[in-house]
């Protein structure tokens, strides 16, 4: 089994701060990426920030410049930091990791629980 456990989320007034942070964890054989996705109600879910395991990130055109994602691979951990939250913030944030569970499968996206993010004005 492979398990995602994220943490971090809250409540916090605009201009505030927060930091995500999600475990991989169970018997997989190898990460290729992990990441960050939100959904708000009535929304799709969307990307927010992916990092590969060597360290190539991704953002969306709406946290560029405050969010800020990084990962320790020897733990398989992904952190994202939210820094300058904006009420249009307000999702629930969900981890994910692009893994191979077993080398005789293609990799494919694992997801975890999700937390809470809201930010008020």
């Known amino acids: 089994q492979v398990q995602l456990v994220g943490s971090g989320g809250g409540l916090v007034q605009a201009g505030g701060s927060l930091r995500l942070s999600c475990a991989a964890s169970?018997?997989?054989?190898?990460?290729?990426?992990m990441g960050w996705y939100r959904q708000a109600p009535g929304n799709q879910r969307k990307l927010v920030a992916t990092?590969?395991?060597?360290?190539?990130?991704n953002y969306a055109d709406s946290v560029k410049g405050r969010f800020t994602i990084s990962r320790h691979n020897a733990k398989n951990t992904v952190y994202l930091q939210m820094n300058s939250l904006k009420p249009e913030d307000t999702a629930v944030y969900y981890c994910?990791?692009?893994?191979?569970?077993?080398?005789?499968?293609?990799?494919?996206?694992?997801w975890g629980q999700g937390t809470q993010v809201t930010v008020s004005s």
């Open positions: 169970g018997s997989f054989f190898s990460i290729n990426a």
């Open positions: 990092i590969t395991s060597a360290g190539d990130t």
């Open positions: 994910a990791a692009d893994l191979y569970y077993s080398s005789s499968y293609p990799p494919r996206y694992y």
